[in-house]
């Protein structure tokens, strides 16, 4: 079953602006990371944030995770066309069990030149 | 970063028949994961496949309608049998790109459809 919920499902913004997206897991984690897909191609990491880590940054995006209240927020400065992707939190769950990565549902970005 | 190829990139297959997946990765790595990703869906864990040992199938995947082949450390099948439409997705194949629980890279996926 899927672990995470993404909101908003579908996002369309201006370039330029910030682009914010949340997801929220069930259990408990090692840690969460956020993948982008274009087109339906395979996926590309972005970030990795530990579950004792609170807020983590790599050039344009940002990542917050709270695990008390297990969610996390990606939030894409100054967006740009190529932007334009579906972006997916996926968790490694915590206590030993399965080795792969659990999806959320995805947020589908659309930045409008 | 690991490079992953898979084969075919797409197929479009008759119900009834079976395809064999193909993903190579340009280095040695411990395990690889196959992930299925129906129309307009995110993606699921099939099974993770460590060389020299039966892959683990994860709860709605059976061995029986996706066996599994892991011969080397650089390369692995997945076999999609007895096809129906349900099965029309795009699947990918993942390796562990930096130690146990990091980073996964994955391949491009194969975009399957059956009729």
């Known amino acids: 079953s899927q672990q995470g919920e993404e909101d908003p499902q579908a996002l369309s913004i201006q370039e330029g602006e910030n682009a914010t997206m949340n997801c929220s897991y069930k259990?408990?984690?090692?840690?969460l990371q956020w993948y982008r897909q274009n087109s339906g191609r395979g996926l590309v990491h972005l970030i990795l944030?530990?579950?004792?880590?609170r807020e983590k940054h790599s050039g344009r995006l940002r990542v917050t995770l709270d695990t008390s209240r297990k969610s996390s927020s990606l939030l894409i400065t100054a967006s740009r066309a190529a932007d334009t992707a579906s972006y997916f939190c996926?968790?490694?769950?915590?206590?030993?069990?399965?080795?792969?990565?659990?999806f959320g549902k995805g947020t589908h970005l659309i930045i409008q030149p | 970063s690991a490079v992953i190829s898979q084969k075919p990139s797409r197929d479009i297959c008759q119900r009834g028949t079976s395809l064999t997946i193909q993903c190579q990765v340009d280095?040695?790595?411990?395990?690889m994961f196959w992930y299925r990703q129906q129309p307009g869906q995110s993606l699921t864990l099939i099974a993770t496949?460590?060389?020299?040992?039966?892959?683990?199938?994860e709860s709605g995947f059976v061995i029986d309608k996706f066996p599994i082949s892991r011969p080397n450390l650089t390369f692995s099948t997945l076999t999609v049998s007895n096809m129906s439409p349900e099965d029309s997705s795009i699947y990918l194949c993942?390796?562990?790109?930096?130690?146990?629980?990091?980073?996964?890279?994955f391949g491009p996926g194969t975009r399957l459809l059956v009729l």
């Open positions: 993942s390796v562990d790109g930096r130690g146990y629980q990091e980073t996964q890279y």
């Open positions: 259990t408990s984690i090692n840690n």
């Open positions: 944030i530990r579950s004792n880590e």
């Open positions: 996926a968790t490694v769950l915590s206590g030993g069990g399965a080795d792969g990565l659990t």
């Open positions: 280095s040695q790595v411990t395990m």
């Open positions: 496949a460590n060389q020299g040992s039966e892959a683990t199938y």
